[in-house]
């Protein structure tokens, strides 16, 4: 059997609870769900996490938001969806689309996008 | 939703050969019911972009042979749940990573497709919850179609709560 390939130069991060290995970053367009993860370009793996959800209620049902996870850490947002666009993560959350900017290198921020 | 709520799967796991990912089958009538809240698989190796069918649905009689998986609590102040690991989707237990299929009809209730690259999460909505009645003889059943080609690492599982 081929050895799994494992390189320094392969993007890696964590989300429930291992370490995702890929060669590139997420296509455009790939949004949670149904994917599971996306990989961003500095291999931050992003998913949906299960564990303190919120719960809204806004009409006859109630709406769930996910707590948006980066490398399996809570990021403090909540979100229905996640989507890698032009190489940014957008969330989607109670608020309307919310964008991931980063500010500074290693430091990044939660603004408001509907279009990117 | 402040009812217990837990998750069952495995991580890191090489697929034993057949399809079934993880199989619940709900205790008896006087016990809970379980409402299933999500559903996930992904390969943590570097893989090639390859789809694969991936469906859900109940399987009667003769069930599948699974690696037993005791269900996590989601809110560590939960008692342990009804449900227990077994190998044999008996009442009252679950289990993963089938090494065998059971001989059963299986009926789908949705089929989906995945990419290896990006896995798979199906959240439900409140109204999507499938619910498995206490006293049912059958099991649920989440898995492939047919087996992918690359059976390693991988990491799947569902969440569940007691209803």
């Known amino acids: 059997m081929r050895p799994v390939f494992r390189d320094s130069v392969l993007l890696s991060g964590r989300a429930v609870g291992g370490t995702f290995y890929r060669e590139n970053a997420s296509e455009p367009y790939v949004t949670i769900p149904p994917a599971l993860i996306i990989t961003d370009s500095n291999g931050a793996t992003w998913t949906l996490g299960h564990a303190g959800y919120i719960e809204v209620f806004n009409g006859r049902w109630p709406d769930w938001f996910w707590p948006v996870l980066r490398n399996d850490v809570p990021t403090g947002e909540h979100a229905k969806k996640i989507e890698y666009r032009r190489g940014k993560i957008r969330i989607w959350t109670r608020n309307g689309w919310r964008v991931w900017t ?13 279009f990117i | ?118 896995g798979y999460l199906r959240v439900n909505t409140p109204s999507e919850v499938e619910v498995l009645a206490a006293g049912m003889a ?26």
């Open chain 2, 1 to 118: 939703m402040s009812l217990r709520e837990f998750t069952v799967g495995t991580k890191a796991a090489t697929l034993a050969g057949a399809t079934t990912l993880v199989a619940i089958r709900p205790a008896a009538a006087v016990s809970a019911n379980i409402g299933l809240l999500r559903h996930w698989a992904g390969q943590y190796a570097n893989v090639t972009s390859a789809n694969w069918s991936i469906n859900f649905g109940t399987q009667a009689a003769t069930l599948p042979t699974l690696v037993s998986a005791t269900p996590a609590k989601v809110n560590f102040q939960d008692a342990v749940s009804v449900i227990t690991g077994g190998t044999a989707a008996a009442a009252g237990t679950c289990g993963v990573n089938a090494s065998a299929e059971g001989g059963g009809t299986v009926t789908d209730i949705w089929d989906d497709v995945m990419n290896s690259v990006n």
């Open chain 1, 102 to 114: 980063e500010h500074k290198p290693g430091s990044m921020i939660l603004a408001p996008g509907h």
């Open chain 2, 138 to 163: 059958s099991c649920s059943r989440f898995g492939f179609t047919v087996a992918p080609s690359s059976l390693t690492l991988w990491n799947f599982g569902e969440a569940f709560v007691e209803l």
